[in-house]
């Protein structure tokens, strides 16, 4: 391969920018030429922006940085590519501005809607006998993917969730029953819970963890959640209760929607997603008399870079790496995919992309302790080692730094 | 002195403990028989809810975790003495407990609510003629109160705030002009714009800094605030703008009362505070038709012990140590302050409590940018230093671990 390409794509995580790093060093590993990145994605890519990776990266100190970064560094975008038929000029486009700056291999770092950006092109490529390969490395906080055991960024997340749960905790408990308070903290996931089930690593010898877990995979019923919130209250001072943004009712009906209807649609009509642990804290506020908290942390969870997992941090650069060998050694239309052994040894592969895009991977409904709304301990077991080690921060002026484009 | 006992009070920070360590430390220094500790506060002091802190410590790691641990240690209470008139029972009840005891100064670290405590107390003293020393520690993340330069407490909660700031700003501009974004970021602070003015330390080298700051220390006004944010999005694709979740319109409204009227009220008829970026959020959307997202800090802010100031967690320790000191040489009544030169080398010395208690100091007026909603360098230069170092956490199975309460 002479010239490689690599972009990012979908909601950024507190990783994805190590991924690129991977691809970068695996690239210089094999005499790669140039690396160019292209901004905002196959968008900014139709827009031939494009920059040479190596006019940063050669200098070991912004590697280090950008493994440090949060955000997408190349920036993102949110574009599908349209299906071929009737859509070849844009597609021949794309092909053009390949051959115009002699790239060999695509590499594209995102979710299940990005992969199916990796099925298109390479599905294009087939059928008009392009040279061109393209791969998928995996990237998000939703942990969603199939087939890959896990997906980079969610270990960073899951420690950012468990961390500030914890904190959480200890700030809740500082007042006694005269002033008990009920916390409810709502976590990212429309339709899977592995970011709210995080919540569950927070308990420990020194923290009594959360007091419930409410998943998207389970109906929610607001009767059985106050009936347990009101036994909670009885027997505790300090309430600590994680929700999924995503929770619904069995008759369709979002959490969010329960509250004032004013609230369950934006300027444009749309349903809005926020607002779960809100309309809870009121509806439990209405119901016993007593002090809620709403508490959100929105982007906060997947661009806490300062709190990332090392084990994420490498697996994602790892992933990066794989998917230029792999390319180098003539794959296409694969996404690198994640496996472990008993012993959380970490083997990566490739798998056909077409099982991959746009399917999304829930919790097992087995790993759910239903009848004390817990996480049972397979799901403990899965997700520790998810967020073991840290890599620090390089602080200057009392603040992490960052690498930013030009 | 023979026997001491501190407490914590009001709302908790992420350096309230190292104050508790500091008065361990210097009373151990000075030979102190016991040490001990009233569990939440002076309220639970009334039911001689005490510990002896030597339990927990005299092992060395204890008191390194203490000071990475979150939230009050002690436990803490919102409990104000009645006024000594009439009341004269429950004071004689207090002495009673500290000569049973046998304490000779009570130590109580917190804000201005909390100081008002010392106060009573040491009036009380004084009028009856009883022996007993009451000193006063600075804590508090809202940074109001007067005579010291600033409050522990208030440089780990900048912190905080500074770092999320430059995560979210991250994130907000990893797409383009096609998904332009406008994030409105609340802020603690109901009546001192301290905290939300942190948010102007994210500005540097790698960052572009929010773009906007409004404090609660100015009348705020919707219109020009449109005006702003509309002038702002023809600019960039990206923008952050901080406000104080105590904002208010020049006729005293608070603004998270501009929004739909239901929500002015929580189910009490009380006023909730919460709610300030979600009402402009939603304001704007509504009048520009752009994606809005509203982040709140909420209780992160104040228990992000993983994220603490080293420099406020030793000037945090340093006040409780010369608290005890002074107490040592029979002074009473006072409340430590802490004074900086151009060095920013700090001393700290005792004050009057009775110009003190209940005295909220707030953000200098010269020291807000008004034509552009901004900090202005002297802000910035005064915070800077408070921000600056980091002690980092002991890790466990990948998250940061507490001291907490047997």
Redesign the interface.
């Known amino acids: 391969m002479k010239n490689i390409i690599v972009g990012q794509s979908g909601?950024?995580t507190a990783v994805i920018n190590s991924s690129v790093a991977g691809v970068y060093k695996k690239a210089k590993e094999l005499g790669i030429d140039k690396v160019y990145g292209m901004v905002?994605g196959i968008?900014?890519f139709l827009k031939e922006n494009i920059i040479d990776l190596g006019e940063y990266l050669d200098k070991d100190e912004n590697y280090e940085l950008l493994k440090r970064?949060?955000?997408?560094f190349l920036?993102?975008?949110?574009y599908k590519l349209p299906k071929i038929d009737g859509n070849e000029e844009l597609y021949e486009k794309i092909f053009n501005i390949l051959e115009k700056y002699k790239i060999d291999a695509l590499f594209y770092i995102g979710g299940n809607d990005s992969m199916d950006t990796i099925k298109m092109l390479s599905d294009y490529a087939k059928e008009h006998h392009k040279p061109q390969l393209f791969m998928g490395i995996p990237k998000t906080i939703d942990n969603d993917l199939p087939i890959t055991d896990h997906c980079p960024g969610y270990g960073s997340a899951a420690?950012y969730i468990?961390?500030?749960i914890?904190?959480?905790i200890?700030?809740?408990?500082?007042?006694?029953k005269?002033?008990q308070t009920i916390?409810v903290v709502e976590i990212m996931g429309r339709h899977a819970g592995w970011l709210t089930a995080a919540a569950a690593?927070?308990k420990?010898e020194?923290?009594e963890g959360v007091d419930a877990i409410y998943l998207p995979e389970i109906d929610f019923d607001l009767d059985e959640f106050l009936t347990n919130v009101k036994s909670l209250i009885k027997k505790k001072a300090s309430v600590v209760i994680a929700v999924s943004e995503g929770l619904k009712t069995s008759d369709g009906k979002f959490v969010c929607e329960l509250g004032?209807e004013?609230r369950k649609v934006?300027?444009?009509g749309h349903k809005q997603l926020?607002g779960c642990a809100?309309t809870l804290a009121?509806i439990i506020?209405?119901e016993t008399?007593l002090k809620t908290?709403?508490?959100?942390f929105?982007?906060?969870q997947?661009?806490?870079?300062?709190?990332a997992?090392l084990t994420d941090i490498n697996e994602a650069e790892m992933v990066g790496m794989k998917a230029v060998e792999e390319a180098n050694n003539g794959k296409t239309g694969m996404m690198v995919i994640m496996q472990r052994n008993d012993n959380y040894q970490i083997t990566t592969d490739t798998y056909d992309i077409h099982n991959i895009a746009n399917v999304e991977k829930k919790v097992p409904l087995e790993w759910i302790d239903l009848d004390n709304n817990m996480m049972k301990e397979d799901f403990i077991n899965y997700a520790?080692p998810l967020?073991?080690?840290?890599l620090?921060p390089i602080?200057?002026?009392?603040?992490?730094?960052?690498?930013?484009r030009k």
């Open positions: 909601g950024p905002h968008e900014g970064t949060p955000s997408a920036g993102s975008c949110r420690k468990a961390t500030s914890k904190e959480i200890r700030d809740n408990s500082s007042f006694d005269t002033r916390c690593l927070a420990g020194d923290c004032d004013d934006d300027s444009f926020s809100v009121n506020a209405k008399g908290r709403a508490i959100e929105s982007t906060l997947r661009a806490a870079t300062h709190l997992s520790k967020i073991m080690g840290e620090l602080f200057k002026n009392g603040l992490p730094t960052h690498l930013i």
